[in-house]
């Protein structure tokens, strides 16, 4: 069965600094990979998601994703943080041949001034 | 194009009543899903409906049902509600029900709170 795991429920860095969000994915085939994002009082909004068509994904907000097989990992990274960034991010792998999405436990980013 | 719409946004109950939640999904979209988000649970899937049709089904009590109506809007329903069923609840479409790597794009959620 499809699972996800994110390392670190809590991440802190600097403004500008580089943003590291760790996700492991478990999987017997090739998995269909998100990023979501859900800042305070709204709903998940998409951030990228894997296609096979490339490893490295990009998204919207300057973040980007690299799917690497030989880890199965699907790290989230963002160059230079910005305050706005602030919020709980999830992974999340698609459940099979249906539209059920997996995710993980959510990683809450901070962004210190 | 407007994005998936769930109301209320808000709503107070006491144990032992029922509630209904709906969703309006984005349009031309015919895939509904609904989740529920706590803090201790997380985001855990509750179930999918399309072509008016549940099509799967989360590890959820029978308390929890939904149905989907032929212009693809839905509504979720929770009966002798528990004190435990205070969450988030989250709605998400799709064009289908195909899965892949079609995204699901999420409404802002209704925050139920059970007194």
């Known amino acids: 069965a499809q699972s996800v795991t994110q390392l670190g429920s809590h991440v802190s860095v600097s403004e500008g600094a580089l943003v590291l969000l760790r996700c492991n994915y478990s999987?017997?085939?090739?998995?269909?990979l998100f990023w979501y994002v859900q800042y305070p009082n709204q709903g998940l909004q998409l951030l990228l998601k894997?296609?096979?068509?490339?490893?490295l994904v990009k998204g919207i907000n300057g973040f980007e994703a690299e799917f690497k097989k030989s880890e199965t990992s699907f790290h989230l990274t963002k160059p230079s943080a910005h305050m706005s960034d602030a919020a709980e991010y999830f992974c999340?792998?698609?459940?099979?041949?249906?539209?059920?999405?997996?995710f993980g436990t959510g990683t809450l980013l901070a962004v210190q001034p | 194009k407007a994005g998936v719409t769930q109301t209320p946004r808000y709503l107070i109950k006491t144990r032992g009543q029922q509630v209904t939640l709906s969703c309006s999904p984005i349009?031309?979209?015919?895939?509904v899903s609904w989740y529920q988000q706590t803090p201790g649970q997380g985001l855990q899937f509750l179930f999918e409906?399309?072509?008016?049709?549940?099509?799967n089904k989360g590890n959820f009590p029978g308390r929890f049902s939904g149905r989907q109506f032929s212009n693809s809007r839905s509504e979720m329903n929770v009966s002798t509600l528990e004190l435990g069923d205070s969450a988030l609840y989250l709605c998400?479409?799709?064009?289908?029900?195909?899965?892949?790597?079609?995204?699901?794009?999420f409404g802002d959620g209704t925050r139920l709170s059970i007194l």
């Open positions: 998400a479409s799709s064009l289908d029900h195909r899965g892949g790597n079609q995204p699901q794009h």
């Open positions: 999987s017997s085939v090739p998995p269909y």
């Open positions: 894997y296609t096979s068509a490339a490893t």
């Open positions: 999340a792998v698609r459940g099979g041949a249906t539209n059920k999405l997996i």
């Open positions: 349009s031309g979209h015919r895939s």
């Open positions: 409906y399309f072509s008016e049709t549940q099509r």
